[in-house]
């Protein structure tokens, strides 16, 4: 009888390692070095960057629902040798909501990989959020584009910042949580652009050398739609954690609806 509790469980452990195995074959094909087969089970996945990815999903939350998608981690371009194909990335985002719909986006992206030297180094980003109000009555249309010039490439437009980002919050369950992101806004920006009625600052900086200093954080919120039941909130900063920091903060609000802190 224990010889066979000893056999089930050596099995046990066996489909548990078996789960998270893969296979990865290479082989010439055309005088280069080719991935022939490829076969992963979760959680075990294999990244193989040729002609990039395409996904696409579509996600119905009903009445009196409430659902969260985010990502396991920040999504990352890894780019194919001889191709440019993975140095673009198109993003389109289309939700479809009811009057009584509540609604938080977050959509962000940063300079790339800083300590392997990349900045902004790609060729196209474009992001695209629509938002479709009981049926197809536009309610916000916005779409955000990257892209390396003739004359000026995106880093240089970019300067010191690198990292650029959105949040959407609407609905009725959202409208303390947007009273206090436009309080907020407001009192960072109005400290941030302040000028001193003195004429001299703190270690000889004068008001012109504070106006002209570049914010590190810059931050902006509007209303939208009918009787302003949406915000949004645009975002450019010199740095990723000052960006996690501001969503922590803002949005901590939202524990009561998802029973836990977003970015905690």
Request: glycine fraction near 6%.
């Amino acid at each position: 009888m224990a010889a066979h509790r000893h056999r089930e469980r050596e099995r046990e452990m066996e489909s548990k390692i078996e789960a998270a195995t893969g296979k990865l074959v290479v082989k010439k094909v055309g005088g280069k070095s080719t991935v022939t087969r490829c076969f992963s089970k979760y959680p075990l996945k294999f990244i193989i960057p040729n002609k990039g990815d395409s996904i696409s999903c579509e996600i119905t939350v009903a009445d009196a629902c409430t659902a969260v998608l985010t990502t396991q981690a920040s999504t990352k371009v890894y780019k194919s040798l001889g191709s440019k194909s993975s140095e673009q990335i198109l993003e389109k985002q289309i939700f479809r909501v009811v009057l009584d719909s509540s609604l938080v986006i977050v959509d962000w992206i940063t300079s790339g990989r800083h300590e392997s030297g990349e900045k902004w180094d790609f060729e196209l980003y474009r992001s695209t959020n629509h938002i479709f109000l009981e049926g197809d009555q536009p309610l916000f249309l916005d779409s955000v584009l990257l892209e390396q010039g003739s004359i000026t490439n995106i880093a240089e437009r970019m300067q010191d910042y690198q990292v650029i980002a959105m949040v959407i919050l609407l609905g009725p369950k959202l409208k303390q949580i947007q009273i206090q992101v436009q309080e907020n806004v407001r009192r960072m920006m109005s400290e941030q652009l302040y000028l001193p009625s003195t004429g001299l600052r703190p270690h000889g900086k004068t008001q012109s050398d504070h106006f002209l200093a570049k914010p590190s954080f810059v931050v902006s919120c509007s209303a939208f739609g009918p009787k302003g039941i949406g915000i949004v909130v645009r975002i450019a900063a010199m740095t990723t954690e000052s960006v996690y920091r501001f969503l922590q903060h803002q949005l901590t609000g939202m524990e009561t609806l998802l029973g836990v802190s977003p970015y905690s």
